[in-house]
């Protein structure tokens, strides 16, 4: 360990109460391996469920909090569908254990087809007791349709309109459940022998009946990185897809047996020409569309000629704090939303919230 010099705790921030990052449940990865505790905590009177359809969660209309239901509901909702077309499958498919919270309070995920309005869901009230839950349920606290008491009240709305705006236990009761939602919908399938799968451990594994593979649910990690240049400027960049005036940080997606810092490097000089150094890791969160990790990132910039590639990114800027007040104030720059990753390294650099965005 010679010439090592002492640890220096790094003065890079870190990026706190990141919108999508702010999970509270206790996930019960030991206990979750049981079917039979499993399935205790569905039949539990206090279990909250939330539905999920196309990507998207049922929300109180102020976007204030997240609106679970009942899973006797859900389970009377598929046994009186005919087409069986609601629920994806009355067993452990289709219906996945997040956790417990600090009352013990199991929650689930449960994936949803068809459209909102042939759900005859029932809401579960925040603070009701079981007996009350049982009587919303029997006497038609409906989600939605025509006669429902919340009918108006509830919205179906995807994570980048209410993970900002959900208190933290649902902000990462939704993150979570879209993100597992996500994935069993694309990997039905043996990658190993084709044979179809089927969840087990809570649905955070899915199992191969015919040659036993366990098949893990799959994240995508993925670089973002706020460059600064030897005179403080940041560098900012626009994807050939997005209309005029918006501009992020520059991301990419970790390649196999590649380290974080690489990747930091390759990206920003695919992508501007751009050589940069010194990539500090600063914080994370998931990003379920469909399945990715954000790894914010500051690094170093030791050039400053811009060539863009022309493919993912076809223009990109260096922005003093004075010149990224100005265009966004105007209007000229658009910054990326409030929930994502990429706007808070960007107003961490800045020092202080920026208004406006996509
Ligand atoms: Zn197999």
Known sequence: MAGLAPLQWSTVPRL???ALAR??????????????????RWADQKARAVPVLAGKVPVTDDLASLVYVSPASLDALGATD??????????????????????GVP????????????????????????EETQSATRNGHRMDSAGGSLAGEVRWTGLREVGGTLPDRDAG???????????HAAHQHCARCGERTRPTDGGHVRRCPACETQHFPRTDPAIIVLVTDADDRCLLGRQGSWPVGRFSTLAGFVEPGEPLEHAVAREV???TGIHVVDAEYAGSQPWPFPSSLMLGF???AISTDIRVDEEEIVEARWLSRAELKAAVESGELLL???????????????????????
């Open 23 to 40: 999970a509270t449940l206790d996930r019960a990865t030991e206990r979750r391996r049981d079917p039979d505790w499993v399935a205790a």
């Open 16 to 18: 706190s109460s990141l």
């Open 336 to 358: 990326p939303s409030e929930v994502s990753i990429a706007r808070r390294l960007i107003e961490t650099w800045y020092g202080s919230p920026l208004s406006g965005s996509w």
């Open 298 to 300: 500051f690094a170093r």
């Open 269 to 271: 000089h695919e992508e």
């Open 107 to 130: 929650y689930f995920a449960v994936a949803l087809a068809g459209a909102p309005e042939d759900l005859d869901l029932y809401v579960l009230l925040d603070g009701c007791s079981p």
């Open 173 to 183: 009761v939704v993150v979570h459940a879209v993100a597992l939602v996500n994935w």
């Open 82 to 103: 005919p087409a069986g077309a609601a629920v994806a499958d009355t067993d452990a498919e289709g219906r996945y254990f997040l956790g417990l919270d600090t009352d």
